[in-house]
């Protein structure tokens, strides 16, 4: 699974662990995954095409594994990962994930301004 996948099935404290400290080990591993995909990226950026195209993108899904000490290894990076709802975790993920990126894209005001201009 992908990082996203990780934080929409653990969670941060609970099980009798201190809260504060609980949020701050949530806090520190997800500071780390996010260093290893923005080092990831950098290392990409030189390979993937450009486009002159503005509504031209790429989705990548990265399956990191957190071991015992609470580090996080790049285990692969997906090109266009599959978007499909294979099991109950594929939906907990991957409706936020699309809610997000059509946000981010701001797709609705795209299609608005589109229609508006027709």
Not at 29 to 58: K, Y
């Amino acid at each position: 699974g992908d990082a996203a996948a990780s934080s929409a099935t653990s969670g941060s404290g609970g099980s009798g662990v201190d809260e504060a400290v609980g949020d701050a080990l949530y806090e520190a591993l997800w500071s780390r995954i996010r260093n290893v995909i923005n080092l990831t990226l950098l290392v990409l950026t030189p390979i993937v095409p450009a486009r002159d195209d503005a509504a031209c993108f790429e989705l990548f899904g990265f399956d990191i594994l957190v071991d015992d000490a609470m580090n996080p290894i790049l285990l692969e990076v997906n090109c266009s990962p599959a978007l499909g709802a294979d099991c109950p975790a594929d939906l907990r993920v991957k409706i936020p994930l699309l809610s997000d990126l059509t946000d981010l894209l701001d797709i609705e005001e795209s299609v608005r301004s589109q229609l508006a201009a027709q």
